[in-house]
């Protein structure tokens, strides 16, 4: 158990590696530092100017070691800020970076965390059932709302919410936000609903495949032929041994709770890390974007290490060694 | 007294490009009490949807569309869905040709076999593992006590298939199914089953349908056979008689290509052709595109059954043919699962 | 070059490649039975499909001149597309409802009255013509991107699966890394450090999305290495080429399609959320949904927009969707139930 986390942690490690010198490449070499500057500055700047900003702004060291610099260079900078969580300013307004995470935290778990619980809550239930009514024609009708659902944008599902129950119903304010629980709510409904309509179909599709894969095993007519009832058989033998796909697609869901939401948040004007990320592509602010793309490969990494863990509480063939 | 199971005209259609086909085509036997038949068939002739189709379980998009299936005079098939639930394990209950996917991975297999304990009688979970562990010593599952906390993939084939016949015994069921319980096991332990299931059935008095492709095995175990090809019943005669007098040119050509009676040293005869696949069964006798002793007759119309001794009764124009024409017809007994 | 010569070529390319395919379809019983049972099938989404990409080549093949509709002096020399000619032209100064006779606000006098069946945007374009529009970039998107992401895919995943080794071990930590980085936020990065163009976006949709079939193709071929046939054409010294070209490459191909349709309607969808955030493709529908999120808040508010972008979005990737369905049934042998 101990060495398999271990062997785990470090290939997970390894990955990070990997996706920092993606970022390297995406961020240094293949977007300069002067066209980061130029970026922000505007492109009839005197080049003194550039240079003074890439000084402030931690860009002003060559970017690749060589003989003079081997440590003292873009690269190793590069990864020693990342690893360190030291994330600088942001390119276009100077806020320190990890500030604006820690604040953005709050508002994006507040709208993902009870989004994912209520989809999960929504999910798993309707797709027993329809494969539980298998070949009939609830299921035939389940599918097809599913593939409905899922071919609608999600851009058509927020603009239309949003004007029906904002501007003709109005249930709820049609954007903003205020942490204060006795109205969070007032402000959370309408794109919590509108996040687990939209992943509604996707979801039921997936989950109804893993329930009838499982239905059809050889175990499920033992149970039968000693004469369980479909309830039971849906609920204890296949169930269980659904969990295993399903913790897949659920625990590796986790970690992206921290990174928020970019559509929903940037539509309802809650301010959390999606809406920052948004901003950041609208404002030209790479050094935001690279930290945001690099925390959530760190949580997914995590997130995979969970899944992998998980499978031994569900599934007793599993031993972690 | 009437037999524990009577099969009267069962009949079950798979579709299968556009028509309903037979798969189990109107199938006549029964099983009487503490007896064990064997039905013995190649692969692909309808033994398993049989069995299935006792037990009411055929796979969707199959359906049984014809017959009657009585135990202990019961109308299986009109019972209603619930009713068929609690005759299954206590009435009927079924092994499986594969023991390593039969029973739910991450279950424990004690925990499987109380399950079914407790779906047929009301006992507290105590008393039913307390059963279990019986049963468990009764199938001869070594440390009986802690085996029934393993999981499945902890135990061998032949442990998985004892454990398999423990949860099948769990209901005290007047008729066990066992569907080549012993097809996917090592031979040493083939052997090992085929002897607990004989004891049982000594011990307890079930009665059993043996479901086998091995005339081996049913040289061992059954008091009667009946011989099935292509969905229908070819030949039912009691074991000797059987191996003694083999009447219809299928079974003749089985046992002839049986290893242990053919002389040795000498190429095993076979049976020319192919079994016919389902969509092209013929009007006629099934057997007929492969048999010697095939006559226009024989592809025109089904062969009635006709007796040929005690308990043997077999469909072949051939063999009826000949018996009237040297009149040597046995004349006694009553007709076969009529 | 000019670009309606080239998109001309690929209109002619495209005709080549459907004429082999149909070909080769019709000599193959199985793939010739899996149509026909699709066809059975999905009659209806096929259809669809099919309008959708006839009116994407019908305005992929464009020349210059021949016109005397075109309105202002510039049109004239420029190369324009058979829905350019037939639904184009017809410019307004602003907004206008479905069928009206006059603007939309203020309420002055249309060039063309009644002849706007969807009506006009903000800068008096045919909402028709512009969806019609809308259905190339759409197919571009998706064709495009798969015709980068597919080979590239096939070409990592075979080589690890049958070559395994050194090589598998790179491929695969290739592959964990680029799926550890958030879709989305790696779509928008790779956008932004290449520049916005219809070439950037489908490059960046590729990046992102082919190691989900390369995973696939890598697990399939890891399969059908181990397969008699493959061992047989080993043993007989047939080159490693060749058996990867004949026997593993043709038993991918089913993958290959059912990939095809199913990512399909994934990328149009992102794109539309690219859209959004400002860095899609011009004239995609999901550009025509962004401008309107405005056009609701007008008062009396102006709808025909989003619901002609929309539906036409909508209608589109319902058909693939589908097909694809459909498709993953007849194609693919682990969801082929045993008969008995």
């Known amino acids: 158990m101990g060495a398999y986390v271990i062997r785990r942690l470090s290939y997970g490690a390894v990955v990070v ?97 009870p989004l994912f619980v209520l989809s999960v809550l929504v999910a798993i239930p309707l797709s027993l059932l329809v494969a539980f009514f298998r070949e009939t024609y609830i299921d035939r009708a389940g599918v097809i709302l599913a593939v409905l659902a899922m071919s609608v944008s999600v851009l058509l599902y927020i603009i239309g919410a949003q004007y029906l129950v904002g501007k003709v119903l109005h249930w709820f304010p049609i954007s903003g936000f205020d942490s204060d629980p006795r109205v969070i709510v007032r402000f959370l409904a309408l794109p919590i609903m509108i996040g687990v309509a939209n992943g509604l179909g996707g979801d039921i599709r997936f989950y109804r495949t893993v329930f009838l894969e499982e239905s059809n095993t050889d175990y499920v007519r033992t149970a039968r032929a000693k004469g369980c009832g479909e309830i039971r058989i849906m609920s204890r033998h296949v169930f269980r041994n659904s969990l295993i796909p399903l913790l897949t697609r659920i625990v590796v869901a986790i970690p992206f709770l921290f990174t928020g939401s970019l559509l929903l948040e940037s539509f309802f004007g809650i301010p959390g890390l999606g809406a920052i990320t948004v901003d950041a592509i609208q404002g030209n602010d790479f050094s935001v974007l690279r930290t945001m793309v690099y925390i959530g490969s760190l949580l997914f990494v995590v997130g995979q290490i969970l899944t992998d863990l998980s499978y031994a509480l569900v599934d007793p063939r599993v031993r972690l060694e | 007294m009437t037999a524990l199971l009577q099969v009267a005209g069962l009949t079950t ?111 507290s979970r105590g008393a039913a593992l307390d059963r279990c562990r019986e049963l468990f010593e009764q199938v001869g599952i070594p440390d009986a006590a802690e085996r029934v906390n393993a999981y499945p993939h902890q135990l061998s084939g032949g442990l998985k298939q004892r454990v398999m016949i423990a949860m099948a015994l769990s209901a005290r069921p007047r008729l066990l199914i066992a569907d080549e319980p012993t097809t996917a096991l090592d031979v ?80 095993l005869p076979e049976i020319p052709g192919m079994v016919p696949s389902p969509s092209d069964w013929p009007l006629g006798c099934r057997f007929a595109s492969r048999c010697a002793r095939a006559m226009d007759q024989c592809s025109q119309s089904l062969p009635e059954f006709t007796d040929q001794g005690p308990r043997h009764t077999v469909a072949c124009y051939a063999v009826s043919q000949a018996d009237s024409q040297s009149g040597h017809g046995w004349a006694g007994g009553t007709p076969e699962g009529l | 070059m000019e670009s309606h010569l080239a998109s001309n070529g690929i209109v002619a390319a495209l005709f080549l490649a459907a004429g082999v395919t149909v070909w080769m379809v019709r000599r193959s019983r199985l793939w010739s039975s899996a149509f026909v049972s699709l066809w059975r099938r999905r009659r209806f989404a096929l259809l669809v499909t099919g309008v959708y990409v006839a009116v994407a080549l019908l305005d992929s093949v464009a020349w210059v001149g021949g016109d005397s509709l075109a309105v202002d002096t510039v049109a004239r020399h420029e190369a324009r597309s058979v829905i350019d000619r037939v639904f ?252 008995r």
């Open chain 2, 13 to 123: 259609c798979f579709p299968m490009s556009q028509k309903n086909v037979p798969i189990v085509d109107a199938l006549d036997f029964e099983v009487g009490r503490g007896e064990v038949l064997a039905l013995v068939g190649e692969s692909g002739s309808g033994k398993s949807m049989t069995a299935l189709s006792l037990m009411r379980l055929v796979p969707k998009p199959g359906r049984i569309t014809a017959g009657s299936v009585r135990l202990d005079g019961q109308e299986l098939l009109d019972l209603s869905v619930r009713s068929m639930r609690s005759v299954r394990g206590s009435g009927v209950a079924m092994i499986f040709q594969e023991p390593m996917t039969s029973l739910n991975p991450v279950i424990r297999v004690g925990e499987q076999v109380v399950e079914a304990i407790r779906l047929h009688e009301r006992v």
């Open chain 1, 17 to 113: 590696f990997g996706v920092l010198f993606l970022l390297f490449i995406l961020f240094f070499a293949v977007t300069s530092p002067d066209d980061i500057a130029r970026k922000a500055l505007g492109e009839r700047v005197p080049p003194a100017v550039v240079e003074q900003w890439k000084v402030n702004h931690g860009y002003d060291k060559p970017l690749f070691p060589a003989p003079g610099h081997w440590a003292d260079n873009m690269l190793v900078e590069h990864y020693r800020r990342m690893l360190t969580f030291d994330f600088g300013r942001s390119d276009a307004d100077d806020t320190p970076i990890l500030e604006r995470i820690r604040k953005g935290m709050g508002p994006s778990l507040a709208l993902t965390i």
């Open chain 2, 188 to 267: 040493t332990v083939q052997a090992q089953i085929l002897r607990l299931l004989q004891e049982l059935q000594e011990e307890t008095g079930m009665s059993i349908l043996l479901i086998t492709h091995d005339l081996g095995i049913v040289n061992e175990l059954a008091d009667r056979v009946a011989v099935l090809y292509a969905g229908r019943i070819v030949e039912t005669a009691p074991r000797t008689a059987l191996f003694k007098t083999p009447k219809h040119p299928y079974t003749q050509g089985l046992l002839r290509s049986m290893p242990a009676l053919a002389p040795s040293g000498e190429r």
């Open chain 3, 88 to 339: 184009g032209g017809n410019q307004e100064k602003s907004y206008s409802a479905p069928f009206a006779e006059a603007e939309f606000y203020g309420g002055g006098d249309l060039r063309y009255p009644g002849r706007h069946w969807l009506g006009t945007d903000m800068i008096g374009r045919d909402i028709f013509y512009l969806t019609l529009k809308g259905a190339r970039v759409a197919l571009l998107i998706g064709g495009l991107t798969s015709l980068i992401a597919i080979p590239l895919a096939l070409l990592f995943g075979i080589s690890a699966g049958y070559f395994g080794g050194r090589i598998d071990d790179v491929v695969f930590f290739l592959m964990t890394t680029l799926a550890s980085m958030p879709g989305l936020l790696l779509l928008i990065a790779l956008i932004m450090v290449m520049g916005k163009s219809t070439l950037a976006v489908c490059v960046a949709l590729a990046v992102t999305g082919w190691v989900g079939f390369c995973r696939v193709s890598r697990g399939e071929t890891l399969k059908l290495r181990e397969l008699e046939f493959v061992s047989a054409a080993r043993s007989l010294g047939v080159s490693e080429f060749q058996i990867v070209m004949r026997h593993i490459l043709p038993n991918l191909m089913h993958l290959v399609i059912i990939t095809f349709v199913l990512m399909f309607s994934g990328l149009v969808l992102s794109e539309a959320i690219l859209s959004w955030l400002g860095i899609g493709v011009d004239g995609s529908w999901g550009q025509m949904i962004d401008q309107a999120r405005n056009e609701l808040s007008r008062d009396p508010i102006v709808w025909w927009n989003i619901a002609a972008s929309g539906t036409a979005l909508f209608g589109l990737i319902l058909a693939v969707n589908f097909v694809g369905d459909a498709l993953r049934d007849v194609l693919d042998p682990r969801t082929i139930e045993d008969e």
